[in-house]
């Protein structure tokens, strides 16, 4: 098993432009989540999907949209980067487990926004 | 708000103990513990979770006071790989994860 898997690893951007970040699992989870780290903070909730076809807001949605069109994929999108959004995105499923809380992560996709 | 506090740093010997404390005074009946790290750069890995039994896996043991205000994550024999931050987390009324500042732990040779 993959386990999580992102792409890409790195990306420039220009202010304005605007990108998808690829997110799979192979590991048939409901749960999966977007996470933003800046440097020296720890992890910010963006957008989360308690499965296929279902989307909802975390803590810092705001310039970022997602979906979750198959149930092994997620996707999140910028339609017009800023330099506020230099970051490492780091993506995450879990299974549908009552009382559980553990998530597997991918590698981070580092976002360089000039 | 976060719900838990850990100290900022800590070292530890290579080959000792590593003892993490967390506090969560705020912390429900129903309410996991969790335990996180992160090695420089890589994403977040799961290590343990609780309830209120102490519990024990290949990578740590997690102790929880009877109260269960507090906990401590017990590394028994610490590598350098072990390096990393580590987050204790009480998961929300979502079951979001909420990662504060952490541990930074350094395992020094």
């Known amino acids: 098993n993959a386990g999580v898997t992102q792409t890409p690893k790195f990306r420039v951007l220009k202010t304005g432009q605007s990108m998808t970040l690829l997110c799979a699992q192979d590991?048939?989870?409901?749960?999966m989540y977007w996470y933003r780290q800046d440097p020296g903070m720890g992890l910010r909730l963006i957008h989360y999907?308690?499965?296929?076809?279902?989307?909802a807001k975390g803590e810092v949605p705001d310039g970022y949209n997602v979906s979750r069109l198959k149930k092994q994929n997620f996707l999140l999108g910028l339609e017009s980067a800023a330099p506020s959004q230099t970051s490492v995105y780091f993506c995450a499923s879990s299974p549908l487990l009552a009382g559980a809380q553990e998530q597997f992560f991918g590698p981070g996709t580092r976002l360089t926004v000039l | 708000d976060a719900k838990t506090t850990q100290p900022t740093s800590m070292d530890c010997a290579e080959g000792r103990a590593a003892n993490l404390p967390c506090n969560h005074s705020t912390i429900s009946g129903n309410e996991y513990v969790y335990w996180y790290r992160q090695i420089h750069s890589q994403g977040p890995q799961y290590i343990i979770h609780g309830l209120k039994n102490n519990e024990t896996n290949e990578m740590a043991s997690l102790i929880i006071t009877e109260d269960r205000k507090s906990s401590t994550l017990i590394l028994p024999h610490a590598t350098l790989r072990d390096t990393a931050v580590y987050y204790c987390?009480?998961?929300?009324?979502?079951?979001?994860?909420?990662f504060g500042g952490g541990t930074r732990l350094m395992v020094k040779p």
């Open positions: 590991m048939n989870h409901e749960y």
């Open positions: 999907s308690v499965g296929e076809g279902t989307t």
């Open positions: 987390i009480v998961p929300d009324a979502g079951n979001m994860l909420t």
